[in-house]
């Protein structure tokens, strides 16, 4: 902070809007009947799919078009642009020619502030720019969007105005700073990345080992022979709600939050009436993501019929938390009806499991429980490391380029 202080400390500053500073214009989308503009193209033409992520630096784009279909509409080389509707306020540096389709308002420097201004400069301050468009955008009928009218009032602070000199040296600096956090951030990512990786493959490595027998090593029984295939009471569409009292699992949000409630009285109606799991029982996913396994802890939750089933299983031949580790690994036989993979019953129950003593149970247990800790830690570490190092360099940079007005 003393070098923060002391780089920008009695700078005068002046606010020069965008229109001040840029050329903006709306982007072109060269005509799709003529094939030819859409031949071997050259020049870039970007969406808001080449972003994929606020605030890249792009040398090219997903779809190209040709020179003939530029029709003066080129934008030059070291431009911005920025989505002025959907994902307001999504911004890239731009280093070659080139074309944005309509969603998109592109801004060139204009020919006196090409000297005096770091384009880099800019470009970390269009993240202020962009929430500043997100804020005053008319969301009115849908989508929201913002005019180029209301683009061309904000203003942007230049340091030293009337020593250009100093003001590219400061800018720089700046620059230098912001780029060196954005270094950083991605090394950090990627090593952080790396490390999970890494600890998933060994958790792989070593849950198919453990899991892995010789025929005479154990017995082999299928999952019917083990215990019932069992499954909620069906709950129909309009016994639900957005919210409610008892949450209500579909197999778009098994293992995840739910979307979808039931009543207190129809649950301990249908709880008592029919099958509902145990604490400690394994439901597994029989549509979508086939075999997905999460153990029941007991708190009240419903559960989609036929989607979302469990073995009822008798622990004193096989425990529960055996069973989720094996399902892990298991080779489900499912059919397709439609368009959608199923693990019908009868399929689920003739899926064969080695099953080695209790004693031996509890070893591989045990050990997969160690790994599991491990990989969960550092998988839900991971967002929240990169997260603290995402805020530490917005906070750099609000404080870099935080001009008092």
Known sequence: MTFLDKLLE????????????????????????????????????????????????????????????????????????MSTTATIGEHALVLTPYL????ITSFSLK????ENIAIKYMFYSFFDFGNWCKENANKNGGLGIIGVKKLKEYKFPIPCPDNPKKSLEIQQKIVDILDKFTELTAELTAELT???????????????????????????KTLGEVGEVRMCKRILKNQTSDVGDIPFYKIGTFG??????????????????????????????????????????????????????WIENDETQVLNKYLFYFYQIAKWHTAVGGTIQRLY????????IPIPLLEKQERIISILDKFDVLTTSLSEGLPKEIELRQKQYEYYREQLLGFSR
């Open 345 to 352: 019953n009868n399929d689920l129950k003739k899926t064969k």
């Open 256 to 309: 995840k939050e739910p979307n979808a409630f039931i009543s207190e009285a129809l649950f301990e109606e249908f709880k008592s009436k029919y099958n509902y799991p145990k604490v400690g029982e394994v439901l597994i996913s029989a549509s979508g993501t086939i075999g997905r396994a999460v153990i029941f802890d007991g708190k009240d939750a419903y559960f989609q019929d036929s989607n979302i089933v």
């Open 111 to 114: 020919e006196d502030y090409k």
């Open 100 to 103: 944005t389709n309509q969603q």
């Open 10 to 81: 009695g700078i005068e500053v002046e606010w020069k809007t965008v229109d001040e500073i840029f050329n903006v214009k709306n982007g072109y989308t060269p005509s799709k009947k003529n094939k030819e503009f859409w031949t071997d193209g050259t020049v870039p033409w970007f969406r808001m799919e080449d972003i994929r992520q606020n605030g890249r630096i792009l040398k090219d784009s997903i779809q190209h078009v040709t020179k003939s279909a530029v029709k003066g509409q080129l934008i030059p080389e070291n431009s911005l642009f």
């Open 194 to 220: 790396a490390e999970l990786t890494a600890r998933k493959q060994q958790y792989s490595y070593y849950r198919e080992q453990l899991l892995t027998f010789d025929e005479n090593e154990v017995e082999w």
